[in-house]
C-alpha cells in the first residue's frame, strides 16, 4: 500500500513517569555549565551609590537635582544629549515665541533633531480614530485609560468598581475652544476602593502615591515640549486649549512625560494582579504613551523617559514590604475577575502586533550613538515586576530572564546605570533568551496559573543546561541553541518548534517530554528515555518525529498516536539516529490510531526506527523486518505483544554503570554509549 502524500505534521511526545527513579545514561545527560560570573546578576548602584528601590522617596519637590534626587539621577543619561541652564534665561524670537535652546544646551544634535523629527512625522500620519485616542487618553484619568488592557474583562472591572469618568467616548464640538477636565465617576475618583474588585483599584493608588510625580524631573531638564522646538509637530486641534502659552515654559517641560509615566504605573499594578494579561496590559501601557506623540504634545525621548520612571517606581513600590498584604489581596481579586464570562473586543489580542509595536516603542528607532559593548545589568529588586508572571521561578532565576531579555546597550536614553531602561518586560514574561548558567524549572502545577502551565517563546542561547522538575507543563517554542543539554524529571516539557531542544543530549528521567512542531524535532545529541517514562508520538505525515544526532536508549514505554486520519505506510520512520540504538526495549512500543488490519513491528534498521506492516494489503510487499533487523510485534489496538526476538536491552542499559536512586541527574556508564567531546 502507498503512503499518502505529505501533509503538514503536528506531532507529540509525551513520557510520564511510573517511578521516582531519576537516572540517565552516561554521556545523555548534560554536565554542568561553566557559571556565567556572579556580578551578571548583582545590581548595580547609580552613579551616586543609590539603588532607586531604597531611595525611591527622595523623589520629591524639594530635591532639585540629581544628587539629592534619585528620579532625576535615574533619568540622567538625557544629560548626553541635552544640558540644562542652572539658572536658566529664556530667549523669545521676534513673534515673541519661546526659544528652548535658551535654557540648555544641545550636545548630541543628531539625536534631537532625530527625536523631534519623529514626532513631527507621527502627528502629521496619525488617524481620525488616533487622534480620538490620543484626545482621550490626554483628557482622562490614566488610571481609567490603563482599564483597556484588560480587553474583555475591562468591562466588567469597570462595574465592579464603579470606574467612571466625564469625558465622554463621542468627542464634544466646541473641544477645539474649550478645555474639558475628567471629574473622574460619581465619587470624583476614577474607580472606588471597597468595591468588587477594590484592592485592584488600591494598587493602582498605591503605585501612583509612590513618589512617582515626573514634576521635579521635568523641572531639572527644562527640555521642551515638541511642538516648541518646531512647528512641524502638530499638536491635535482638540488638544489647544490644553497647551500652556509661551510664556509659561518653565513650567511646561516635556521630558519626562507625567501622562506616560502614570499610564505605565497604573497598568504595572494591573499586570502585576492579572498577569494572564502581562504583555497584553503592558502594550495598552504603551498605546497611552505613544498617544502623547500623537498629540503632539511629547516626543518619543518623553515618552520613553516617563517609562523608564515608572518602571523603577513600580518595583519600588512592590519592594515595600507594607504593600505585601496589598499585592497579594489585587492578585486573588483579579483571578475572581477572571471568573467573570468575557465581553466585548479585545484590542490586544493579535499577539504578533503587540510585540512589534511594544518592542519598537521601545527606543523609537532613536540613533544608537552610545557604548553598545556595555552587558545588561538588573536593577534591584527589578525581578519583583515578574513575581506572579512567573512565580514557579525564583528571584535570582526571574532575574537572570530579565538579564537575557534586556536590550543591547548604546540606545539613546537607556543606559542608566542601575538598567532600569534596557529592561524589556514584554520579552521577559516570555521567558529566558539564554541560559547563562544551568537552570532547574520546578513547576507545581496544583498551585494553577502559571505555575500549571506556561510558555517560553524567546530564542534560547548560551552555554547551560535546562532541568525540568515539578509537576506543571512548560512549553519552548524558539529557536533554540542551549548547549548544555535538557533533563526532564517531572511533569511535562513540550516543545513546539524543531530546534526547542537546543543542541545538547536530552534524557528523560521522568515526566513528559512532548513536541508538536511541524518539521522533524532535532536533538542535538544523545536522547535517552529511561524507565518509568513514557515517549509519545504524535504524527500525522510520512516525516519522521526526531532526528537524533547521537545515541538513542529506550528503557521506558514509547506510544506513538497516527492523528488527524494519517494513515503510516506500511513501513514508516518513526525516528532516526546517527549514533548506536543498542540499548532499546522493543517491548515498549505500542501504536494508537492504527487502521484496521494493521498489524505493527519495530524495527531498527540504517539509522532509524521503523514501523512495519506485518499484514500488509494484498499485492503490497510484506514488512518482513530482514535477517539482521531486531523487532518487536504489537497489536494494533496498542496492546504490547511479547518481542519476537529476545531483548535483553535493560540489562544492558544498566550493565557496567552504577543505578542512583535519587532525584538529580544520575550517569550510567552502559555498553555501546560512548561521549564525544567531552559535553554531551
Known amino acids: 500500500m502507498n503512503a499518502p502524500s505529505p501533509t503538514r505534521r503536528t506531532r507529540r511526545i509525551r513520557i510520564a513517569v511510573a517511578a521516582a527513579l531519576a537516572a540517565t545514561v552516561a554521556c545523555s545527560v548534560a554536565a554542568p555549565a561553566q557559571a556565567a560570573p556572579t556580578d551578571s546578576i548583582v545590581a548595580q548602584p547609580d552613579a551616586w551609590g543609590r539603588y532607586f528601590v531604597d ?38 524670537d521676534a513673534n515673541g515665541k519661546f526659544i528652548p535652546s535658551s535654557v540648555g544646551t544641545i550636545k548630541n544634535q543628531a539625536v534631537l533633531d532625530a527625536n523631534i523629527a519623529t514626532a513631527a512625522g507621527i502627528t502629521q500620519s496619525r488617524t481620525a480614530e488616533q487622534s480620538t485616542q490620543a484626545y482621550l487618553i490626554d483628557r482622562r484619568n490614566q488610571n481609567y485609560s490603563a482599564i483597556n488592557g484588560l480587553g474583555p474583562y475591562a468591562d466588567a472591572f469597570r462595574a465592579g468598581t464603579n470606574a467612571g469618568t466625564t469625558i465622554p467616548d463621542q468627542i464634544p464640538t466646541d473641544a477645539t475652544t474649550v478645555k474639558y477636565d475628567d471629574a473622574g465617576n460619581s465619587n470624583g475618583a476614577w474607580a472606588d476602593s471597597g468595591t468588587t474588585y477594590g484592592p485592584m483599584v488600591d494598587l493602582v493608588n498605591q503605585f501612583r502615591n509612590s513618589a512617582a510625580s515626573t514634576n521635579p524631573a521635568k523641572a531639572y531638564y527644562n527640555y521642551a515640549r515638541p511642538f516648541r522646538w518646531s512647528d512641524s509637530v502638530e499638536v491635535l486641534p482638540t488638544l489647544v486649549p490644553a497647551e500652556k502659552t509661551d510664556a509659561e515654559w518653565q513650567s511646561d517641560g516635556g521630558y519626562p512625560s507625567g501622562h506616560t509615566n502614570a499610564g505605565y504605573l497604573a497598568s504595572y499594578a494591573l ?14 501601557a504603551s498605546e497611552i504613551g505613544n498617544s502623547r506623540i500623537v ?41 475572581t475577575l477572571f471568573a467573570t464570562t468575557p465581553s466585548g473586543s479585545d484590542a490586544f489580542a493579535d499577539r504578533g502586533s503587540n510585540e512589534k509595536l511594544y518592542e519598537q ?28 508572571r512567573q512565580p514557579y521561578l525564583s528571584a535570582d532565576q ?23 531602561g534596557r529592561l524589556n518586560l514584554f520579552a521577559a514574561a516570555d521567558g529566558y533568551s539564554a541560559f547563562s548558567t544551568d537552570v532547574t524549572v520546578d513547576m507545581n502545577a496544583a498551585d494553577g496559573g502559571f505555575s500549571s502551565a506556561d510558555s517560553w517563546r524567546n530564542d534560547i542561547d548560551g552555554a547551560g543546561s535546562l532541568t525540568k522538575q515539578g509537576t506543571g507543563v512548560l512549553t519552548l517554542t524558539g529557536d533554540n541553541s542551549y548547549l548544555g543539554g535538557t533533563v526532564v524529571e517531572g511533569g511535562q516539557l513540550a ?24 518539521a522533524p524535532v532535532v536533538i542535538g545529541g544523545n536522547l535517552a528515555v529511561l524507565t518509568g517514562g513514557e515517549l ?86 510484506a514488512g518482513d523486518p530482514g535477517d539482521s533487523a531486531t523487532a518487536s510485534t504489537l497489536a494494533a489496538t496498542g496492546a504490547t505483544l511479547p518481542p519476537l526476538l529476545p531483548l535483553g536491552a535493560l540489562g544492558m542499559l544498566l550493565a557496567g554503570g552504577a543505578l542512583i536512586a535519587a532525584r538529580s541527574r544520575t550517569r550510567i556508564r552502559s555498553e555501546g554509549m560512548t561521549c564525544k567531546g567531552g559535553r554531551a
Open 536 to 621: 509519545d508520538l504524535s504524527i500525522d505525515s510520512s516525516a519522521a518525529a526526531m532526528n537524533i544526532a547521537g545515541n538513542l536508549a529506550v528503557a521506558g514505554k514509547v506510544k506513538t498516536t497516527f492523528a488527524n486520519g494519517f494513515v503510516p505506510a506500511d513501513d514508516q520512520v518513526i525516528a532516526t539516529y546517527t549514533g548506536s540504538a543498542s540499548n532499546i526495549d522493543l517491548a515498549s512500543f505500542s501504536f494508537e490510531g492504527l487502521p484496521a488490519g494493521y498489524t505493527p513491528s519495530v524495527v531498527l534498521r540504517d539509522g532509524a526506527v521503523h514501523l512495519l506492516n506485518r499484514t500488509p494489503a494484498a499485492g503490497d510487499a
Open 361 to 388: 516603542r521601545l527606543t523609537y528607532g532613536l540613533p544608537r550613538v552610545g557604548d553598545t559593548t556595555k552587558s545588561a545589568v538588573v536593577p534591584k529588586g527589578a525581578e519583583v515586576l515578574l513575581e506572579t
Open 495 to 518: 516543545a513546539t518548534s524543531p530546534t526547542a531542544f537546543g543542541t545538547g543530549s536530552v534524557s528523560v528521567a521522568g515526566g513528559i517530554l512532548s513536541e508538536s512542531a511541524t
Open 271 to 284: 499586570a502585576y494582579a492579572a498577569p494572564e494579561r502581562f504583555q497584553q496590559i503592558l502594550t495598552s
Open 295 to 335: 498629540a503632539g504634545m511629547h516626543s518619543p525621548g518623553d515618552v520613553i523617559g516617563g517609562r523608564i520612571m515608572s518602571t523603577a517606581v513600580a518595583a519600588a513600590a512592590l519592594n515595600q514590604p507594607g504593600n505585601a498584604a496589598l499585592k497579594q489581596s489585587a492578585r486573588a481579586n483579579a483571578a
Open 55 to 92: 531611595a525611591w522617596a527622595s523623589n520629591s519637590t524639594g530635591n532639585t537635582t540629581p544628587q539629592s534626587n534619585v528620579a532625576i539621577g535615574l533619568l540622567s543619561p538625557m544629560l548626553e544629549y541635552w544640558t540644562p541652564d542652572a539658572n536658566p534665561t529664556a530667549q523669545f
Open 398 to 420: 526571574r532575574r537572570w530572564v530579565l538579564q537575557s531579555t534586556a536590550l543591547p546597550s548604546g540606545y539613546a536614553l537607556l543606559d542608566d546605570s542601575e538598567g532600569w
